[in-house]
């Protein structure tokens, strides 16, 4: 089996990036997330409830985090910088995390882009999500992602998918790190642990999806038919699935590098 794609999406919910290799850090691959929208009630702004999300892109060039809108000048940002005061906590789901604010000029940019009064969050560098439930008292460390540092997908289980719709999806819509040509349909949801270059990830669980599979990622443009049919044989653990949450197996083998076309290894036993 063989990596076929890299994404990722530095700001959650904000157009991804493919690239060619990265390094996978403890909250994830670099870059990957590391950013978030909040709006002035203090919630995390994704795709499921504004779709024009899709229209902003990101780059990576030079140190900077680039955002991008058509018809709208580049707003950079520096991938180091050096920040005055505190961070503050910040949700995502049940979760809170330490991050810090990038201010008033980007905040202003991204209202005139999407027309949304909303900050962006980056996450502190010594950020520990905590669960927000008391009775969980769960510490993880991951970035702003949904629950898992890394999704990985399956192109044979897309084929599969585009077989039964009227109109073909592509993976964006899925937003994965990894996307790999597996042999058949769905075997990603036996396998246990995958090892890629010299990293090797714990398979966590399914991925629960949500309205944003609808939304394609180029145009904004929603249509429901995917949920629909992806429902009607991929519900199960009371959730629509697609896709493997995963994280690293160790902590210790953070830092290492994943290539594009790397040989993935796959086992199906604990």
């Known amino acids: 089996m063989t990596l076929k794609h890299i994404f990722v999406y530095p700001v959650k919910s904000l157009g991804g990036i493919e690239v060619s290799s990265a390094i996978m850090e403890v909250h994830g691959l670099q870059y990957d997330r590391r950013w978030m929208l909040v709006d002035e009630k203090g919630k995390f702004v994704t795709q499921r409830n504004d779709a024009q999300l899709t229209q902003v892109m ?34 995502v789901w049940s979760d809170l995390v330490n991050a810090i604010d990038e201010g008033e000029e980007v905040s202003r940019w991204l209202h005139s882009a999407i027309g949304l009064s909303c900050r962006l969050y980056r996450l502190a560098p010594d950020a ?5 439930i008391p009775f969980r008292k769960e510490t993880k460390k991951v970035s702003f992602a949904d629950s898992q540092p890394i999704l990985i997908a399956n192109e044979k289980s897309l084929e599969e998918l585009n ?61 429901n038919e995917p949920f629909e049919v992806l429902s009607t044989y991929r519900f199960f653990n009371k959730n629509v699935n697609f896709g493997m949450r995963s994280k690293l197996d160790s902590e210790a083998s953070a830092g290492g590098k994943i290539e594009k076309g790397a040989n993935v290894i796959i086992e199906t036993t604990l």
């Open 128 to 132: 520990i999500r905590r669960s927000s």
């Open 58 to 91: 990101t780059e990576i060039s030079n140190d900077f985090l680039i955002l991008k809108k058509q018809g709208q000048s580049d707003f950079s940002i520096p991938l180091k910088k050096e920040f005055i005061g505190d961070s503050e906590a910040v949700k």
């Open 163 to 223: 077989s039964r719709l009227k109109s073909p999806v592509m993976m964006s819509r899925f937003r994965a790190n990894f996307v790999v040509d597996g042999e058949t349909p769905f075997e990603e949801d036996h396998w246990k642990y995958f090892t890629i270059g010299k990293t090797r990830f714990k398979v966590t669980k399914a991925c629960g999806r949500c309205n944003v599979i609808n939304i394609d990622q180029q145009t904004g443009e929603a249509n």
